[in-house]
Nanobody, 109 residues
Framework: QVQLVESGGGLVQAGGSLRLSCAASGSIYAMGWYRQAPGRQREWVAT???????NYSDSVKGRFTISRVNAKNTMYLQMNSLKPEDTAVYYCNGGAGNWGQGTQVTVSS
């Protein structure tokens, strides 16, 4: 199974930006970002395929940008105009049951 390692989380004020990265140990056709806030279920954020097909959840559309560099097996999530409700652990996903360890994003009001 391809290993996934996230990085780039942190603490930021509302309105600020963060960029998350997910490095994969091999090539994956479709990769995505999910997030889980305390006491809530894990929710889908965005997905990108190797061919550049992109989808976003309505909650982040217009604020977050997903991208990837296929040659580096790396995916990114540029998060702008962050809100306190974006606070969560963000996970990289590389298919069924294939998750990274997660990276904490905290947005203060």
């Amino acid at each position: 199974q391809v290993q996934l390692v996230e990085s780039g989380g942190g603490l930021v004020q509302a309105g600020g930006s963060l960029r998350l990265s997910c490095a994969a140990s091999g090539s994956i056709y479709a990769m995505g970002w999910y997030r889980q806030a305390p006491g809530r279920q894990r929710e889908w954020v965005a997905t990108i395929t190797r061919t550049g097909i992109i989808n976003y959840s309505d909650s982040v559309k217009g604020r977050f940008t997903i991208s990837r560099v296929n040659a580096k097996n790396t995916m990114y999530l540029q998060m702008n105009s962050l809100k306190p409700e974006d606070t969560a652990v963000y996970y990289c996903n590389g298919g069924a049951g294939n998750w990274g360890q997660g990276t904490q994003v905290t947005v203060s009001s």
